[in-house]
């Protein structure tokens, strides 16, 4: 993939190629050439191209190159990151470049072709986990927050709830056991009701058998946040309010779009739009990770006991989010 980097002491420096050498983009290979002495013959085989390679993500000493900015939207998983990565890239005109400080595939990449001084990575870290000092690093963090709630019904859709252990070992043993465990018994033997009462204990307690990343609380996961300042931005103002969330981000940034670019980067990310262009690639799998896009899905699907449950124990703090009872 080609780019062409515009201004060097107003010369036109040609040009930037990206390479992948893995799964997401790891390195930059750079090749600089002054486009106004073109017939210049180099002096050695090494001559003619100034080559370097670096981290992307890291700091970037050539004299021909600004170093990259990182954007970090973090949020606890099934708070909508995914989407809001998406959303914030489009915003700024980056490209997603991964998960954050992880070479493993990321459902969130695309852009890959946006030329940009940003990078942006999707995270779902606790803040000591990012290995950044909010208050003293060029790196932005935007934090997504969800209601606890509507995390827990997306999240019991999501992950995988071991009931049985002996009765599912076998199945996976071969790949057709594992898809027909998956699609066929799980439902059966792992209901609904089961799924929502472990997504719940990790919400209110952390449960890292369920996953890594549920290993702590949704109150101790964003509290750190909020103490050190980075803005938190409510999943639910991104689906009802999207436009004045997104200056808020950008203003955030230190970054000015006009109006008509935001409302065209909002049409671009919305849910229903995503799934469609999804679907029509054959990409059913991402298709189905963004799910519905809605609020307030707990009213209707978590029993009445859980909802209980959340109001006994995170009832200050979902007054305090706007969240009601």
Sequence with gaps: ???????????LVNATRVVTFTGSEKFVALEHRNQHAPSRRPRSGRGRAFKRMCYLGGEIT???????????????PKSGCTWATRLVAELVGCPVAGFWRSEKKEIAVEGRGRISDFRCYKAHHQ????????????????????????IAI???????????PKLSSPFRRFRRGEKLYRHTLYPLLVRQDFRLEKMTEALLEGAGEVHNWCRVSWK?????????????????????????????????LHLERSPEAIAEAVRN???ARKKTELLRSGLRGQARFLRVGKSQQWREKM?????????R???AELAAWGYSA
């Excluded at 050539?62 to 606890?76: D, Q």
């Excluded at 963090?141 to 709630?149: E, G, N, W």
């Excluded at 750190?224 to 997104?246: F, H």
């Design 1 to 11: 993939m080609l780019a062409t980097v515009f201004h060097r002491r107003g010369l």
């Design 62 to 76: 050539s004299p021909l190159v600004r170093p990259l900015k990182n954007i970090i939207v973090a949020g606890y």
């Design 127 to 150: 803040l000591a986990e990012l290995g950044i000092d909010p208050a003293h690093s060029a790196t932005q963090i935007i934090y997504v927050l969800r209601d606890p709630r509507d």
């Design 154 to 164: 997306s999240a019991a859709n999501f992950f995988e709830f071991e009931r049985f």
């Design 220 to 252: 101790a996961h964003w509290r750190p946040y909020a103490e050190a300042g980075v803005p938190i931005v409510r999943y639910e103002d991104l689906l009802t309010q999207p436009a004045e969330e997104a200056r808020r981000i950008l203003q955030h």
């Design 269 to 271: 990310q919305s849910f």
């Design 303 to 311: 029993p009445l006991n859980l909802q209980a449950r959340f109001a």
């Design 313 to 315: 124990e995170l009832g």
